[in-house]
Structures are given as C-alpha cells and as structure tokens.
C-alpha cells in the first residue's frame, strides 16, 4: 500500500508539472511559444531521467536510489513553484522536476517489481498503476480547484 499511495501521490505532482506549466509560464506574462519552449524542458529532462536512472541502477542500490530520486523530485517541483519569472531558470528548473519526476515513476515500477512475491507481482504492479493513473487524472482537477478556491497557491492563482 505504501508504494501505491507513493506512486499516486508522485504521479499526482509529476503531472502537475507537465499539464500546468504552460499557464503557469504565460500568466508570468511570457507568450504562449515561450511556455512551449519551457515545457519541452521537462519532456527532456524527463527523457534524459530515466536513461540515467535505469543506468545508476547498475552500480547503486535500488531502493536508495529511488528514495533519492523521489526526494529531489519533489524538491525540484517545490522550487518551480517559488522561481522567478525568467525562462531560463523555469526552463532549468523545468527540465530538473522531468528529470527527477520520470525517474522516479521508473524508479517506481522497478522497486514494485521487487516488493511482491512472483504470484502476484502482476496484480501488485497492475493496482498500483491503476489508483496512480488516479493521481494522473485528479492533478488538473486539483490545480484547478486550487486556482478557484484557495489563495494558498499565488503561483496557481
């Protein structure tokens, strides 16, 4: 259960990133092509993430490295959250929380393959993508909720 609520809650924060920050770039004032340029940090930060990943697993411990990942993922996200309005440092900071954020779904589905027992490695890891496909889904609601209700987001507002 915990790897799930993990996985949810990761894939929850990862897609926040990819759905939202081109209107989060553009309500800086940036035009709509910036954003873009911005969002294409992530999708390759995101790419470059999981290539390293799988390749640190061969010389470090899989766990560790996935708690590692998750941790700078979400501090990663935490400071996009909080960056000025200049592209090139969203764009960095953008192409970090990719990096970070898809490794760690990586990260995820290696350590779950491990976590069950073989006779039900297939139903763990298939419950386990399904309730965080969940966290996929509810994150652009979320946001949006966040930017109607609440001032607690000034980012999102």
């Not at 006779?119 to 949006?144: E, K, N, Q």
Request: aromatic residues 12%; contains cysteine; positive net charge.
């Amino acid at each position: 259960m915990i790897l799930t609520t993990t996985y949810f809650l990761h894939v929850l924060t990862y897609y926040l990133i990819l759905k939202w920050t081109t209107k989060i770039v553009v309500d800086m004032g940036f035009t709509p092509s910036s954003a873009g340029h911005v969002l294409v940090w992530a999708n390759t930060g995101g790419a470059i993430g999981g290539l390293i990943f799988g390749l640190l697993t061969l010389k470090f411990d899989l766990k560790k490295l996935s708690v590692g990942i998750l941790f700078f993922a979400a501090v990663t996200i935490a400071i996009f959250g909080h960056s000025p309005a200049d592209l090139t440092i969203l764009s960095a900071l953008c192409m970090l929380a990719g990096f970070f954020g898809n490794a760690g779904i990586i990260a995820l589905y290696a350590v779950v393959a491990h976590a069950y027992p073989t006779h039900v490695r297939a139903s763990g890891t298939g419950f386990m993508l399904a309730i965080g496909r969940g966290g996929a889904a509810l994150s652009p609601i979320l946001v949006g909720w966040l930017r109607q209700e609440t001032c607690l987001c000034p980012r999102f507002a």
